[in-house]
């Protein structure tokens, strides 16, 4: 893996800070930050394909970690979660919601982030 950035103008004037440590999750890069007097959390995210030799079930536990804290920690911010989390969908759109797709049971158990 070649690494996570988050690529923010020079001309926003904003204010931030890296939310966790890299070394801890090495996948994820969380960036907490002041704009037009808004707190804003960007969560970038890779998770490797399932079948790719750095793949590790956990990622989704610690995903789900870091969420619940910034939903008590940070409960008036607005989040974004982005990256490329390498997830499956069915053959059309209505598998997609069928399945609720990003992963299986993720958003099941936090139905106040659908």
């Known amino acids: 893996s070649g690494g ?4 923010i103008k ?8 890296k939310l966790y440590n890299e ?7 969380v960036v907490k930050f002041d704009y037009d007097q808004i707190e804003l959390i960007l969560v970038n995210v890779y998770i490797p394909p399932s079948t ?3 793949y590790n079930s956990e990622y989704w536990r ?5 969420l619940e804290d910034i939903a008590i920690l940070h409960p008036q911010s607005i989040v974004f979660l982005l990256g ?3 997830t ?3 053959p059309s759109l209505h598998d997609f919601a069928q399945k609720k797709g990003i992963p299986g049971e993720f958003f099941e158990s936090h139905p106040q982030w659908l």
């Open 23 to 29: 070394n801890k999750y090495p996948y994820l890069l």
């Open 4 to 7: 996570l950035c988050i690529l």
């Open 52 to 54: 790719s030799q750095y």
């Open 88 to 90: 499956r969908l069915g």
């Open 10 to 17: 020079q001309e926003l004037q904003w204010q931030g800070e």
């Open 62 to 66: 610690c995903l789900e970690v870091i």
């Open 84 to 86: 490329d989390l390498n």
